[in-house]
């Protein structure tokens, strides 16, 4: 496409010429066959040129969308292993919340286990304390019921019983002596009866003190093994956490390495947009500056220059030259002078000449528009005691001129501002001697042209 143009160009470039060497009597009896040799000779030079710049543009453009396309696998790349790490994170969350859910199981059941413990052991005492009660009513119990049987042996047992009841004087006294021997009896009976039960009773308390034991070593056997675990749990949920901190490291620096794949995608983009701007700006301010330029001839002027607009000149950083940019804070080549005055200043052509490009509609302090850093802004071609000038005027607040439009030098073209990269209102001059060629730029000194301020 941009070979195609350019083919257009240099036969509408030479359809011009033509035009202009049959239509323009008066300038070709003024010139000479040579001059008229060498003017095209000139032209085709710019062509060549032009024509190299394009192909330098068409070069760069692959180069750039090689890169755009490098830059958007890597960041497919990246955002695949972003969502590998995040799946991996989100397991590894449920993992550790699942161990974490172990732990708290365990560290109530060993609390359940405790207070069971506790329990038995409470209980361990009690039967203890009631066994080693039984034992001693047994015992005292045992020595009573000896010194009983002793003393019934001694006595000669039931007979003694008899004698006693037989030995009563009167009816009343054998009642009152069988109640008292019945009575003897019956807590003997009592006696035997409690010694056995109480016999038995320990008994059992002594299989459940041995039941409870038992109970007691199993339980802490379960604690033991409880607290192992739990043990285990807990240096698995620590090998979790630094697996999931790592996870979330590695996460971090994949977001990191998106950020800056994304940030050389935009760049490589906006590279790519600005070289694609910058290959149609150039065709298209080749074609008008070309139209442009035989109008210039035709206007063309001996009167020099004049300053294009009232205001300081030489402030801090407006020189021409390499200077501190004051926006991208690194050193570039400033190919103008800027000249401070108050917003709405008047801004004059320096020069007769024929306006081939003008940029409008931008914001005061905003590039996004089509004059970019220029903001609006203003292209002339002039023909200067036969050399061709191209001068820029840049940041304007306000544009009154138009494309192909001729004007004097000293007419009013617009008026000062600060749009596009600027940090104030001024206005930023340039002066091109030969034309101002897009990728092969040759400006010159404005004070070199321009009266002295």
Same mark, same amino acid.
């Given at each position: 496409?941009?070979?195609?143009?350019?083919?257009?160009?240099?036969?509408?470039?030479?359809?011009?010429?033509?035009? #202009?060497?049959?239509?323009?009597?008066?300038?070709?009896?003024?010139?000479?066959?040579?001059?008229?040799?060498?003017?095209?000779?000139?032209? +085709?030079?710019?062509?060549?040129?032009?024509?190299?710049?394009?192909?330098?543009?068409? +070069?760069?453009?692959?180069?750039?969308?090689?890169?755009?396309?490098?830059?958007?696998?890597?960041?497919?790349?990246?955002?695949?292993?972003?969502?590998?790490?995040?799946?991996?994170?989100?397991?590894?969350?449920?993992?550790?919340?699942?161990?974490?859910?172990?732990?708290?199981?365990?560290?109530?059941?060993?609390?359940?286990?405790?207070?069971?413990?506790?329990?038995?052991? !409470?209980?361990?005492?009690?039967?203890?304390?009631?066994?080693?009660?039984?034992? +001693?009513?047994?015992?005292?119990?045992?020595?009573?019921?000896?010194?009983?049987?002793?003393?019934? +042996?001694?006595?000669?047992?039931?007979?003694?019983?008899?004698?006693?009841?037989? %030995?009563?004087?009167?009816?009343?006294?054998?009642?009152?002596?069988?109640?008292?021997?019945?009575?003897?009896?019956?807590?003997?009976?009592?006696?035997?009866?409690?010694?056995?039960?109480?016999?038995?009773?320990?008994?059992?308390?002594?299989?459940?003190?041995?039941?409870?034991?038992?109970?007691?070593?199993?339980?802490?056997?379960?604690?033991?093994?409880?607290?192992?675990?739990?043990?285990?749990?807990?240096?698995?949920?620590?090998?979790?956490?630094?697996?999931?901190?790592?996870?979330?490291? !590695?996460?971090?620096?994949?977001?990191?390495?998106?950020?800056?794949?994304?940030?050389?995608?935009?760049?490589?983009?906006?590279?790519?947009?600005?070289?694609?701007?910058?290959?149609?700006?150039?065709?298209?301010?080749?074609?008008?500056?070309?139209?442009?330029?035989?109008?210039?001839?035709?206007?063309?002027? %001996?009167?020099? #220059?004049?300053?294009?607009?009232?205001?300081?000149?030489?402030?801090?950083?407006?020189? #021409?030259?390499?200077?501190?940019?004051?926006?991208?804070?690194?050193?570039?080549?400033?190919?103008?002078?800027?000249?401070?005055?108050?917003? %709405?200043?008047?801004?004059?052509?320096?020069?007769?000449?024929?306006?081939?490009?003008?940029?409008?509609?931008?914001?005061?302090?905003?590039?996004?528009?089509?004059?970019?850093? #220029?903001?609006?802004?203003?292209?002339?071609?002039? !023909?200067?005691?036969?050399?061709?000038?191209?001068?820029?005027?840049?940041?304007?607040?306000?544009?009154?001129?138009?494309?192909?439009?001729?004007?004097?030098?000293?007419?009013?073209?617009?008026?000062?501002?600060?749009?596009?990269?600027?940090?104030?209102?001024?206005?930023?001059?340039?002066?091109?001697?030969?034309?101002?060629?897009?990728?092969?730029?040759?400006?010159? !000194?404005?004070?070199?042209?321009?009266?002295?301020?």
């Amino acid at each position: 496409m941009v070979k195609k143009t350019l083919g257009i160009l240099s036969v509408s470039a030479v359809a011009i010429a033509l035009v #202009f060497m049959f239509n323009q009597d008066e300038a070709v009896e003024a010139q000479s066959v040579e001059e008229i040799e060498k003017e095209l000779e000139k032209i +085709q030079e710019e062509k060549n040129s032009v024509n190299n710049d394009l192909n330098s543009i068409e +070069q760069d453009l692959n180069e750039a969308q090689s890169k755009k396309s490098s830059a958007e696998a890597d960041l497919q790349s990246i955002k695949n292993e972003i969502s590998q790490t995040e799946s991996e994170i989100r397991l590894k969350e449920l993992e550790i919340k699942e161990t974490e859910t172990k732990i708290n199981r365990l560290e109530a059941q060993i609390e359940e286990l405790e207070g069971e413990i506790e329990d038995l052991e !409470n209980q361990i005492t009690e039967l203890e304390e009631e066994i080693e009660g039984a034992e +001693q009513r047994i015992a005292d119990r045992e020595d009573l019921l000896k010194d009983r049987i002793r003393s019934l +042996q001694r006595s000669g047992g039931s007979v003694k019983y008899l004698e006693v009841i037989m %030995g009563a004087e009167d009816f009343g006294d054998l009642v009152n002596r069988t109640k008292a021997v019945n009575k003897i009896m019956s807590q003997d009976q009592k006696i035997l009866e409690n010694h056995l039960a109480d016999k038995m009773q320990l008994d059992e308390d002594r299989e459940a003190l041995e039941d409870s034991k038992k109970a007691v070593v199993s339980k802490k056997e379960n604690v033991e093994s409880n607290k192992s675990s739990v043990e285990d749990k807990r240096d698995q949920l620590v090998a979790q956490k630094q697996d999931l901190d790592s996870l979330v490291a !590695n996460l971090d620096q994949q977001r990191e390495e998106q950020r800056a794949v994304l940030v050389s995608l935009e760049e490589q983009v906006h590279e790519l947009e600005k070289l694609e701007l910058s290959a149609e700006q150039e065709q298209r301010q080749l074609q008008k500056r070309e139209q442009s330029l035989e109008q210039a001839k035709q206007v063309a002027s %001996g009167d020099g #220059f004049v300053v294009p607009a009232k205001g300081t000149y030489g402030y801090d950083g407006s020189h #021409f030259g390499q200077r501190w940019h004051p926006i991208h804070q690194e050193y570039r080549s400033h190919n103008g002078i800027d000249i401070a005055s108050a917003r %709405g200043t008047p801004i004059y052509a320096a020069a007769t000449g024929v306006v081939y490009t003008t940029h409008t509609g931008c914001a005061r302090y905003s590039n996004n528009c089509s004059g970019g850093g #220029f903001g609006n802004s203003i292209f002339i071609t002039h !023909n200067v005691d036969g050399q061709e000038i191209d001068t820029v005027y840049a940041h304007l607040s306000e544009v009154y001129v138009n494309e192909q439009q001729v004007v004097q030098a000293g007419e009013m073209i617009g008026r000062m501002g600060s749009t596009g990269d600027s940090t104030g209102d001024h206005l930023h001059f340039e002066v091109h001697p030969g034309g101002r060629e897009w990728g092969n730029l040759r400006p010159a !000194n404005p004070l070199n042209y321009i009266p002295t301020p």
